[in-house]
């Protein structure tokens, strides 16, 4: 069982940074590929980015390349995004999520990821 709990969401201007972390516990962190999820209201939820279990691989959607950057922590287990230049259409529910079968492959389908966060609040104003 992973238990996963996100922190650092809030209300940002347009332009602005925030840092989500989320924290795991469990002691095969560092053998999970972790993914960033959101879901806008009315809208289904979507992959954000993905990094590998020793964080020399990462994987963004192109909606948000250039500007959001993922990373991990294995020695605390915790995986960051730090989110620049944001954008109103970012305003989401965002959601960290932990892949424990081994393989990079499908690391961007909500459906491969066995457990999730509760989310945290992102809201960007214009």
């Known amino acids: 069982q992973v238990q996963l709990v996100e922190s650092g969401g809030g209300l940002v201007q347009a332009g602005g940074s925030l840092r989500l972390s989320c924290a795991a516990s469990?002691?095969?962190?560092?053998?999970?590929?972790m993914g960033w999820f959101r879901q806008a209201p009315g809208k289904e939820r979507e992959f954000v980015a993905a990094?590998?279990?020793?964080?020399?691989?990462?994987d963004y959607a192109d909606s948000v390349k250039g500007r959001f950057t993922t990373s991990r922590d294995n020695a605390k287990s915790t995986v960051y995004l730090q989110m620049n230049s944001l954008k109103p259409d970012d305003t989401a529910h965002y959601y960290c999520?932990?892949?424990?079968?081994?393989?990079?492959?499908?690391?961007?389908?909500?459906?491969?990821?066995?457990?999730w966060g509760q989310g945290t609040q992102v809201t960007v104003s214009s």
């Open positions: 990094v590998s279990p020793g964080g020399g691989s990462t």
């Open positions: 469990g002691r095969t962190f560092s053998t999970y590929i």
């Open positions: 999520a932990s892949k424990t079968t081994p393989g990079w492959g499908g690391r961007s389908t909500l459906g491969n990821y066995e457990y």
